[in-house]
């Protein structure tokens, strides 16, 4: 039986409806590689580092975001490799999504969103910062964020 995806319309700023964005094969497959095998290792130096810093508004080296993300998400879910893992794994599952937006944005249908979707989820830096909770992990949402509402100012007026 073959998969159905859930794709749901979203209006743009003048109330018209574009390509409808392709949620499920987007955001689901990423998700669950990374969350079934980030803890297959052990800590990694950056790890250990926000493990071991003070809750502050800033570091010499850091940043004061991703520490405050490894330390409330250890504090929720225990100190484990998992949870101290978790952050970056939501951290490019928005970037996945923000990625079929840009792709939407642009005029792609539900078959483009989703291939630039699974291009750039399954591409080596997502992996890589999804698996590892580094500084630059956050900045794969944040950037894409930037992108994608650049794109809206230029394209919308």
Known sequence: MAARSISVPVASIDGSV????AWLPIGGAAA???????DRYDYHRDELYFRML??????????PLTPLLA???TGLFGDTVWAMRLPA????VAA????????RELGGGRR????????YAFAGVPLLFGHILLTATVDLPVWAAVILFALRALLRG
């Open 89 to 92: 794994t939501v951290c490019v």
């Open 71 to 73: 330390r409330a998400s």
């Open 18 to 21: 574009g390509p409808p964005v």
């Open 112 to 119: 483009a969103q989703t291939l630039c979707a699974w291009g």
């Open 54 to 63: 003070r809750p502050g508004w800033g570091y010499v080296d850091q940043p």
């Open 32 to 38: 669950a590689l990374l969350l079934a095998t980030n």
């Open 96 to 103: 996945v999504v923000l990625t079929a937006l840009i792709t």
